[in-house]
């Protein structure tokens, strides 16, 4: 006689909406977040990295997934990608307390190479892990609800805009999101800065950084 199939566990359905309170504010939603288990990144990953910084800003910037040191620590952008990002927001004329920083995954995806011995290596969310945790990232969004949304790299800008989104296209101008007209500004993440060759490379993807973060700054006003 045929068993009855189980029911889908919570990993399988890839969907964070129903860890996703319905009342209370962002405090409420990190705890929340914090016991999420809506795709299976959580099971080798150290904790929940949820978003930080002011609650009322008026930017919202947006990365890809916590790093190896954001997932140690429970913070974002608490290494040198991050250290990249705040110089880069005030040189561009945006105040750093007036900002709020998450990402677009909140767990750590990665994977081991067997000649780097226990290093961890950063491997890219796919799409399906993306759309999973998106009831997190639109929580935030809603509660914090910024003058104007960043997207820091392919990763962030795709999971706001769709597959179709090309960061090399649509970066350093201003994009409609949802209702909320145009308030997106969609950039490079900073590591590029540091993975860019040479002193001369650097210093042009750090200026086109800063070039697009001044678009933001400007629609500000």
Same mark, same amino acid.
Request: net charge neutral; glycine share 10%; proline share 7%.
């Given at each position: 006689?045929?068993?009855?199939?189980?029911?889908?566990?919570?990993? $399988?359905?890839?969907?964070?909406? @129903? &860890? =996703?309170?319905?009342? +209370?504010?962002?405090?409420?939603?990190?705890?929340?977040? /914090? #016991?999420?288990?809506?795709?299976?990144?959580?099971?080798?990953?150290?904790?929940?990295?949820?978003?930080?910084?002011?609650?009322?800003?008026?930017?919202?910037?947006?990365?890809?997934?916590?790093?190896?040191? $954001?997932?140690?620590?429970?913070? @974002? &952008? =608490?290494?040198?990608? +991050?250290?990249?990002?705040?110089?880069?927001?005030?040189? /561009? #004329?945006?105040?750093?307390?007036?900002?709020?920083?998450?990402?677009?995954?909140?767990?750590?995806?990665?994977?081991?190479?067997?000649?780097?011995?226990?290093?961890?290596?950063?491997?890219?969310?796919?799409?399906?892990?993306?759309?999973?945790?998106k009831p997190w990232l639109d929580a935030e969004v809603r509660l914090v609800d910024p003058d104007i949304l960043v997207t820091l790299g392919a990763t962030a800008g795709k999971a706001l805009l769709g597959s179709s989104f090309r960061v090399t296209k649509q970066r350093g101008i201003l994009l409609p999101y949802e209702e909320?007209?145009?308030?997106?500004?969609?950039?490079?993440?900073?590591?590029?800065?540091?993975?860019?060759?040479?002193?001369?490379?650097?210093?042009?993807?750090?200026?086109?950084?800063?070039?697009?973060?001044?678009?933001?700054?400007?629609?500000?006003?």
């Amino acid at each position: 006689m045929a068993t009855k199939s189980a029911a889908a566990s919570p990993e $399988e359905a890839y969907s964070a909406t @129903p &860890f =996703v309170p319905e009342r +209370g504010g962002l405090s409420a939603v990190r705890k929340a977040a /914090a #016991g999420c288990r809506g795709c299976p990144l959580h099971e080798a990953a150290t904790q929940t990295v949820f978003g930080e910084g002011n609650p009322h800003a008026g930017v919202l910037l947006i990365g890809e997934q916590p790093g190896d040191q $954001e997932d140690r620590q429970g913070k @974002p &952008f =608490v290494g040198p990608a +991050g250290r990249v990002l705040n110089r880069a927001l005030e040189e /561009a #004329g945006i105040d750093p307390d007036d900002t709020y920083i998450t990402n677009a995954v909140k767990h750590f995806k990665f994977t081991y190479v067997p000649e780097r011995g226990k290093r961890r290596i950063h491997k890219a969310p796919s799409l399906r892990e993306m759309t999973a945790c998106k009831p997190w990232l639109d929580a935030e969004v809603r509660l914090v609800d910024p003058d104007i949304l960043v997207t820091l790299g392919a990763t962030a800008g795709k999971a706001l805009l769709g597959s179709s989104f090309r960061v090399t296209k649509q970066r350093g101008i201003l994009l409609p999101y949802e209702e909320r007209g145009e308030c997106l500004v969609a950039t490079i993440h900073p590591s590029a800065v540091l993975r860019a060759d040479g002193d001369a490379d650097r210093e042009e993807v750090y200026a086109g950084l800063v070039s697009d973060l001044r678009i933001a700054a400007r629609a500000l006003g």
